[in-house]
């Protein structure tokens, strides 16, 4: 569609210019803006919709964006958490005495 984030009233395409012509005559005709919104959703689909319901059919297109971020701050924090545990590591007594013996032996 050409208008995407406009209204019909904003949009110069084709299927706005239809849209606003079928909004009048359903006026005309006496529906209500309920009943306008609803003939036009069930024609063309939610898309046509600036801001497009909230409803079971597309709960997934709404939530994906939050569950993406939540998703990508797991796996940043897990990513530190493990880079941490790396970097705390230390030496026990036995390996310490082995990297002395070897730093002598290199001298």
Do not use: H
Not at 24 to 38: F, I, N, P, Y
Not at 63 to 70: F, I, N, S
């Amino acid at each position: 569609m050409v208008c995407q984030n406009q209204s019909i009233d904003e949009s110069d395409a084709d299927l706005a210019r239809d849209l606003r012509l079928l909004v009048r005559e359903r006026l005309k005709a006496g529906d209500t803006d309920d009943e306008v919104m609803d003939y036009i959703v069930s024609r063309y689909g939610e898309f046509v919709l600036l801001k497009p319901r909230f409803d079971l059919k597309n709960a997934l297109l709404w939530g994906t964006p939050v569950l993406l971020l939540l998703a990508g701050g797991l796996v940043m924090l897990r990513a530190s958490r493990s880079k941490r545990m790396d970097e705390t590591a230390v030496l026990t007594a036995q390996e310490k005495a082995t990297l002395d013996q070897l730093l002598r032996r290199g001298e």
